[in-house]
């Protein structure tokens, strides 16, 4: 069972940045890819990015690309979401998910393996 705890979310103005961390307790973490998903108010959770588990490769939803960057640190068990530009579409819930020996590509939400229980991004006009 890999337990993941993300963190860093907060009240941000737009076009500021926030840097989210997710920390896994999974000794094996780098055998895992990593997603990052999104969950508005009253919609349906969205991919956002992900890194393939040898970091090798990233993929983004063509909402984010080029102002959000996926990384992971395998030594510390954490991948991180760099969030820049910030809009207020994009206030969200923010949850990290590993799935087992994962690409980088797009992910499903139900396709992964673990999931986060989120941190809450809001971004102000």
């Known amino acids: 069972q890999v337990q993941l705890v993300e963190s860093g979310g907060g009240l941000v103005q737009a076009g500021g940045s926030l840097r989210l961390s997710c920390a896994a307790s999974?000794?094996?973490?780098?055998?895992?890819?990593m997603g990052w998903f999104r969950q508005a108010p009253g919609k349906e959770q969205e991919f956002v990015a992900s890194i393939s588990w040898s970091a090798g490769s990233t993929y983004y939803a063509d909402s984010v690309k080029g102002r959000f960057t996926i990384s992971r640190d395998n030594a510390k068990n954490t991948v991180y979401l760099q969030m820049n530009s910030l809009k207020p579409e994009d206030t969200a819930v923010y949850y990290c998910?590993?799935?087992?020996?994962?690409?980088?590509?797009?992910?499903?939400?139900?396709?992964?393996?673990?999931w986060g229980k989120g941190t809450l991004v809001t971004v102000s006009s």
């Open positions: 998910a590993a799935r087992r020996y994962g690409s980088s590509s797009y992910y499903r939400w139900d396709g992964m393996d673990y």
């Open positions: 999974e000794h094996a973490f780098s055998s895992y890819g």
